[in-house]
C-alpha cells in the first residue's frame, strides 16, 4: 500500500511475519549506515533482538534506545536525551530512525527524527493495533508539554511504515480494544460495513492471543492514507479523522491521562458526538444502534467518569484544534458521512454529554 | 524581493523604517489574532515597543516574550519555557509568532513556531546584519545540544521578512564586522563585485553608527535566495553557502563559542578553505588577493587561537554537514565559482590552516 505525498509518497507494509524483514525494507529503500532503534524496556525485550538482527543482517549499525514505557516518554527532555544520544553515537544526515512501539514511542521518536540535524529519515514499525491503524501513519509527530497534550511536534513523514500484526498477539485485550476504537470510528467517518464485519469478528479478535486480521488493518491505513494524502496538514478534510476526539481529549485531560486508554476516552467522546450528530447534523438516531452496540461489546467495562461538565468544557477549548476560539465538531450526516460544524452552544455539547452517559451506563 | 518555494514562497521586505509597518505588512499577509513578539532584553528595549506599537495598530493581540540574550537562547530547555509560554497565552494554530532579533532570536524563535502546534505562522524580523544577509533567510531554524550547535531543528518558512536597515545603526562595529564576513563570502561564492564595492566603501560601513546600505543588503539576500529557491533542504547547492563554515564552526567549537562571533570564525574559516582551494580546486592564488586584504581591513584586530590541528580535525568531524563519514568543503575554482569537493587528505588542512595562521599573520 502506497500513502502518495507527492515527493514524499511511500510504503505502508501490512502482515504476517514482517518484522524479520525490517533490514531487507530499509535496503529497499536506500536505507544505509547508522540506524537509531528506538523502542521501550517492555517492546524491546519482545522484538527488540528480531529487529535488530534483520537490520545487522542488512548492514545497518544498530544502536539501540529505550525511552520510558507510556506517556511518560512523550516529553521534550525525552527528546533532548534522544537526539543526545544520537549525536554521542555519530549519527549523520544520511542516517536513520526506527521506531519501534506504540503511539508514544512513534510519536516521540518521529519527533526526534524530525529534528535531529533538522531531519533524519525515519522508519515506523507500530507494535499496537492503535499505532498500526492511526498514529504510524500520516506523519504526525510530537510530545507533550504541562499544559496539553501533543502541543510540540512536527509533521514528518516515514520512508516507509511497517505493520507486522504478528505482533499485535502480545497485546493485552485492553490494548487491542482501545485500537479498535479508532477502526470502529474508521467504519462511522468512512466505511460502514467495518462495523458490521467487526461486530462478526469481535470475540475472535478479543480472545487471548487476539487474532487481527491483516486485512482489517490494511482498510484502517488505506483510509486514512486516503484522507492524509489529500491533506498532509490538517485542514477540513484530515479533520474528520479527529471524530470524538474533541471530547475524548477532554476526557484524558481532566483524568490527568491515567484512567483511560487513549482509545477507551475516543470510544467515550464517539457516543457523545453521535448524540451531537442526531440533533444538529441531522442523523437519524437508530441509524447509529449498530456502532453504539459493537462499542458496548468492545468495551464492556468501560464507564465515564464523574466529572463536572464546565470542566470538560473548559478542557476543550484548551485543544489545539480550536480555531480562532471556535469550536469546531466532526459529526456525522450519515454513517460513513462526516461533516465539520461549529457548535457554538455549549448547551447542546451539555446535553449530548448527559445522553451519551444515560445511553452508555443502560446498554 | 520574493524568495520563490512553490506553496511556501514568501516576500522578503528591505529598506528603511521598516518596523514602524511590521502590522501593516502582517496584515497584508492575512496575518490576525495574538502575535507572540520574542526579543532578548537589549534588543527589546531598543525596539520592542516600536514593534508592539506597530502589531497592535494593526489589530493583533500582542505577547512578549523574552529569551536571554546570545548563545544562551539557543538550548531546548528555552524552546519548552517558550512554547509553554504560548500555551499559557492561549496560543492558537492561526497565530503568529514574530522573531524579533538577531540570529539566535531568530533560530530559536523560529524553531519554537516550527514546533508549536506541529506549526505556526513565522515571522523574521532580524536586527543584526548577520541575521539579515543569512540567518533570518531560507527558513533554518534550530538549538544546540551539549554535543554542538544546531543539532535539532526544523526547515520552517517565516510568512514574511522584514530586514529594516535603520536597525543596524545601533549595533556595535564588531558586529557589523561579523556580519560582513557573510557578504564577503557572497562576494566570494557568487558576485566578485561584492567584494570591490565593500572594500571602496567598508570605512564608512564601519564607522559609527555604521551606514549600511540597503542596495548592499538586497544584493546578498537575493544570492542567497536565489540559492535557497532551488534547495530548500541542503543538497549540494545549497551547500556552497556554508563556504568557510566548515573550519570555521571547527574554530567556534575548540573555543567553546566564547572567543569568537560567527562572523569572525567564518571570516579566519574562508581564509583557509581560499588556501585549501589553491591546493585543490586550481585557482590561482593572487585572484584571492582582494577578497584576503578585505578581510584582514575588516577584522584587524582579529587572530587565530592557539590551537592544535588535531582539536580543529576531530571538531570538523562532529559537523552535522559530514556526509557517511567524509568531509566535503566548499572551494573555490575561481572566484564566484564554488565547487563542492571531498577532501580526503588531512595534511591537505592542515598545509592550509598552517598557510592561512602564517598569511593572517603578516598582512
Known amino acids: 500500500m502506497r500513502l502518495d505525498l507527492g515527493a514524499r509518497s511511500y510504503d505502508i507494509h501490512i502482515g504476517k511475519g514482517l518484522l524479520d524483514h525490517l533490514g531487507h525494507q530499509c535496503k529497499d529503500a536506500g536505507l544505509a549506515g547508522k540506524a537509531a532503534l528506538v523502542s521501550s524496556p517492555p517492546v524491546n525485550d519482545l522484538y527488540g533482538k528480531t529487529a535488530h538482527r534483520s537490520l545487522q543482517e542488512a548492514g545497518l549499525d544498530v544502536h539501540t534506545f529505550l525511552l520510558p514505557d507510556g506517556e511518560a516518554a512523550k516529553s521534550l527532555s525525552q527528546v533532548e536525551t534522544l537526539v543526545s544520544g544520537f549525536a554521542d553515537a555519530g549519527m549523520e544526515r544520511t542516517d536513520v530512525v526506527i521506531a519501534l512501539g506504540g503511539g508514544t514511542i512513534g510519536d516521540t521518536a518521529g ?180 456502532a453504539r452496540s459493537l462499542l458496548k461489546q468492545t468495551f464492556p467495562k468501560l464507564s465515564y467518569p464523574y466529572v463536572e461538565f464546565q470542566r470538560l468544557s473548559e478542557a476543550m477549548t484548551r485543544d489545539k484544534k480550536v480555531a480562532e476560539g471556535k469550536s469546531v465538531w466532526v459529526l456525522l450526516q450519515a454513517v460513513g458521512q462526516p461533516v465539520c460544524t461549529e457548535v457554538s452552544s455549549p448547551d447542546v455539547v451539555e446535553g449530548a454529554f448527559e445522553a451519551a452517559k444515560e445511553r452508555w451506563a443502560s446498554e
Open 111 to 290: 519527533f526526534a527524527a524530525a529534528t535531529y540535524l533538522r531531519g533524519v529519515s525515519l522508519v515506523q514499525v507500530p507494535t499496537t493495533l492503535l499505532a498500526q491503524v492511526d498514529s504510524a501513519i500520516g506523519g504526525k509527530t510530537g510530545v507533550n508539554l504541562e499544559q496539553g497534550k501533543n502541543l510540540v511536534g512536527a509533521i514528518w513523514q516515514p520512508r516507509f511504515v511497517l505493520c507486522d500484526t504478528d505482533l499485535l498477539s502480545s497485546l493485552p485485550i485492553r490494548d487491542v480494544a482501545s485500537g479498535l476504537a479508532e477502526v470502529i470510528k474508521y467504519g462511522l467517518i468512512s466505511d460502514p460495513s467495518i462495523i458490521d464485519e467487526l461486530a462478526a469478528s469481535l470475540q475472535s479478535v478479543l480472545s487471548t492471543p487476539p487474532a487481527v486480521d491483516a486485512r482489517l488493518v490494511s482498510r484502517c491505513v488505506q483510509i486514512k492514507s486516503d484522507i492524509v494524502s489529500g491533506d498532509e496538514r490538517e485542514g477540513d478534510s484530515r479533520r474528520v479523522l479527529n471524530f470524538g476526539h474533541t471530547f475524548g481529549h477532554a476526557l484524558e485531560t481532566v483524568t490527568d491521562y491515567g484512567r483511560f486508554l487513549h482509545g477507551e476516552a475516543v470510544a467515550l467522546g464517539m457516543m457523545v458526538a453521535m448524540e451531537v450528530s442526531t440533533k444538529v447534523a441531522g442523523i437519524a438516531d437508530e441509524d447509529l444502534d449498530p
